[in-house]
Nanobody
Framework: RLVESGGGSVQSGGSLRLSCTISGDTDNGYSMAWFRQAPNNELEGVAT???????TYADSVKGRFTVSQDNGKNTLTLQMNRLKPEDAGIYYCAAAQARWLDFPRDRNEYQHWGQGTQVTVSS
């Protein structure tokens, strides 16, 4: 089970930190990701982290967002800095039962999803 938190409203240039609490069997090697969906846009893979420690980021967030996981692998975090209005949307945490993925930012790779948390960025 995945539960996101940390969303909210912030002004352009501000920061937010999203968390995803992971419950259930965390001993298996799960690859994790953050996706977002803005109004009238497709679901977009924002940041991913596999069990090898490799990360990927959408070009639009590189250098501003950082994905990480605690040592117990119970919490996935997305630190978002220098936020822009185009970063707004619903952010979802996702998990795939695989240590690594061929297409880590492809939504079809993931079997488990959280309910989402809203991020609003005002200009």
């Amino acid at each position: 089970r995945l539960v996101e938190s940390g969303g909210g409203s912030v002004q352009s240039g501000g920061s937010l930190r999203l968390s995803c609490t992971i419950s259930g069997d965390t001993d298996n090697g799960y690859s994790m990701a953050w996706f977002r969906q803005a109004p009238n846009n497709e679901l977009e893979g924002v940041a991913t982290l596999d069990q090898e420690g490799d990360t990927t980021y959408a070009d639009s967030v590189k250098g501003r967002f950082t994905v990480s996981q605690d040592n117990g692998k119970n919490t996935l975090t997305l630190q978002m800095n220098r936020l822009k209005p185009e970063d707004a949307g619903i952010y979802y945490c996702a998990a795939a039962q695989a240590r690594w993925l061929d297409f880590p930012r492809d939504r079809n790779e993931y079997q488990h999803w959280g309910q989402g948390t809203q991020v609003t960025v005002s200009s």
